[in-house]
Structures are given as structure tokens and as C-alpha cells.
């Protein structure tokens, strides 16, 4: 027995721990459920911060099963919305809004809307048109007036009928007359046919105004001694007659028939010389440029053309009309034989 192997004692000892009531893993799933409660009240918060119109485009957003009405593929909040868009930042539970009434602003202050600022830019535009227009207009009439007294007094053969040419600006327009000297004529005693020198005249003044835009007016003048026939044709069926034969001239040399406004006969009721009513120079056909007729701003004055296109027969003017004089230099002067007419 002394000999047998001891044995060895193994004695087991069981720790009891305190796990279960008094372990730590229960505070993980209690910080779990706090956050997600956290998170619920949160989501309620904001559920309840948000519109109607607001929700359906979060649901849109994150429901991609249904076809959402935004161009951008999501909703109105993630669609271009922004916090100044009406119905972008209400709630049941937001407070109202403190608006203050400002005062209009003043004129000239820049605050104007864009159709009054449109519509005060549109008349100064129109003024400042207008008012060039008639720069233009003005500046047209004194370039007209100069070059026919020029033209005149180039043409030699033309010189005695310088007199018989009276252009001055008028409110009614650019007026020129041409008017009876006396033993120079521009008719024949109670007649309507013009004499030849009178329709060269007449075509250099519608050289010098056939470019411009303006209407004609044309009115004929007697003087104020009676002119009755015994079929009634008095003064005015007389001046009538003239102004419509000036009327057919000018358009012979290429004046249309658009720009004459009127035609008129005034027999003697306008008097050049009215302390002198029976002057020969009372005697007259008026054609006037009328002052703002144009449809167009005004072209620019026409440059005189050579004596030769402008007065095409003048050796008939002078076979006819003109008796020439050698002068002692060698000089010719030329005469009009003069033509007496009592109308």
C-alpha cells in the first residue's frame, strides 16, 4: 500500500459572477433605443414643420416606384424651391410674419416700374426725334432757298427773272413765288397758258425740290383789278386755272402727283402789296413746301445739276424772247422782250 501512487486532488471551485442584474450590456441597447427615440421625435418635428406639398415630394424622393411630376426628379422641396417662395416655409406651428408698408418711391428715385420707365424713355425718344427732325427740316429749307438763288444767278439768260423768284420761310413752310414785274409777265392778259420763260422757272425750282419729302401747296394770285368775262369766269376761275397749270408743270418735270396737297385758286385775297392792290406784283403763283409733311426725315438737298440739263431749250428762249446786244468789251447782254399783261 505504501507503494501505490498518490492521487493527485483536483478540487473545482465555481465563480459566480453578478452578470445578468449588475452586467454592463444593457446600456447599449438602452443608448440604442434612446437614439432611435431621439430620432423618432425628430422626424415627427420636422413632419410637422413641413407642408402637404413639401411631404408628397420627400415621399416622391425617396419612393422610386412612382413617377414624380418634377422636371428635376424629385419633389417641389428639392425642385427649385426656394425659402422666399410662397408656401416654401410655412407651418401650423410658425409664427406670422412682420411685414412693414414702405412708401411708394418718388419719381426719378429708380424705383419706378419697368413700363413707366419704358413709356418715359419711349417719348423723350420720340421728342429728341422729333426735334431733329426738325433741324434737319430747317437746315433742308436754307440749303433749297440758297442753291435756286444760286442757280439763278449762274444762268446768265435767267438773270432778269431773278426778281420774278421771291423764296422766304414761313410757319406754313418754305414758300417761293413767282411773281409779274411790271412789261414781264408770268401769264398772258386773263389767260392760263404760262409764257415759255416762266416754265423754265418753274423747272429749275422743281430740280431743287424734287428730292424733298415734303407736300406742295400751289395757289394762283391776280392782283385786284376786276376781270369779268360775260360767261361769269372771274379772278378766281382765273387764279384757279394758273395754279392748276403750275400743278401740271411741276409734275411734267417729274414731281408725283403724291406730294401735291393742294391746289388753289385765291383770286385776290391775298395781296402781296396790300396798300397796292393792283401792283402787277400781286400778280403770283405760290408753291409751298409744307412744314413737317414729310413721311421720311429729309433727305439731303440735290446737287445742282449743269446749266444744260437744267434748262434744256434755252436757244428756243432766246430765238424766241431774248434780243442780244454786243457790248463795247465784247460782252452779249441779253434781253426779255417784255409781255404786258393787265391781270
Known amino acids: 500500500m505504501a507503494d501505490a501512487p498518490l492521487q493527485p486532488i483536483i478540487i473545482k471551485k465555481v465563480n459566480k459572477g453578478h452578470g445578468g442584474h449588475h452586467g454592463g450590456a444593457w446600456k447599449i441597447a438602452y443608448a440604442d433605443f434612446v437614439t432611435a427615440m431621439m430620432a423618432f421625435f425628430l422626424l415627427l418635428w420636422l413632419l410637422n414643420s413641413v407642408t402637404q406639398e413639401q411631404l408628397e415630394g420627400i415621399s416622391n424622393y425617396f419612393a422610386p416606384v412612382t ?106 413752310g418754305l414758300r417761293i413765288q413767282l411773281i409779274d414785274q411790271d412789261g414781264l409777265a408770268m401769264f ?9 420763260h416762266t416754265k423754265k422757272l418753274i423747272e429749275l425750282v422743281a430740280q431743287v425740290i424734287i428730292d424733298m419729302p415734303q407736300k406742295l401747296s400751289i395757289s394762283g394770285h391776280t392782283d385786284g383789278v376786276p376781270f369779268v368775262s360775260d360767261s361769269g369766269y372771274s379772278n378766281w376761275e382765273l387764279s384757279a386755272d394758273r395754279a392748276n397749270s403750275a400743278r401740271r408743270e411741276v409734275q411734267h ?5 403724291e406730294r401735291i396737297s393742294r391746289v388753289v385758286g385765291k383770286a385776290a385775297t391775298e395781296p402781296l402789296l396790300p396798300d397796292d392792290p ?21 433727305a439731303a438737298a440735290a446737287t445742282p445739276q449743269p446749266v444744260e440739263e437744267v434748262l434744256p431749250g434755252l436757244n428756243e428762249i432766246k430765238r424766241q424772247q431774248l434780243q442780244g446786244t454786243v457790248n463795247p468789251d465784247g460782252g452779249v447782254t441779253l434781253q426779255l422782250t417784255p409781255q404786258i399783261e393787265a391781270q
Open 67 to 172: 413617377a414624380s411630376t418634377s422636371t428635376s426628379g424629385s419633389g417641389d422641396i428639392l425642385g427649385g424651391k426656394t425659402i422666399t417662395e410662397e408656401g416654401a416655409s410655412e407651418s401650423s406651428t410658425s409664427r406670422d410674419a412682420v411685414t412693414v408698408d414702405l412708401p411708394p418711391p418718388k419719381a426719378g428715385s429708380g424705383g419706378e416700374s419697368d413700363s413707366d420707365d419704358a413709356g418715359e424713355s419711349s417719348s423723350n425718344d420720340a421728342n429728341a426725334t422729333e426735334e431733329q427732325l426738325k433741324q434737319l427740316e430747317e437746315q433742308q429749307f436754307d440749303e433749297a432757298k440758297e442753291e435756286l438763288e444760286e442757280m439763278i444767278a449762274s444762268i446768265p439768260q435767267m438773270k432778269q427773272l431773278a426778281e420774278s423768284l421771291l423764296i422766304d420761310n414761313t410757319p406754313e
Open 278 to 298: 393792283n401792283n402787277a406784283s400781286n400778280r403770283r403763283l405760290s408753291i409751298i413746301l409744307l412744314r413737317g409733311s414729310a413721311d421720311v426725315p429729309p
Open 253 to 257: 418735270f417729274d414731281i408725283p402727283e
Open 188 to 196: 398772258p392778259s386773263g389767260g392760263a397758258d404760262m409764257y415759255l
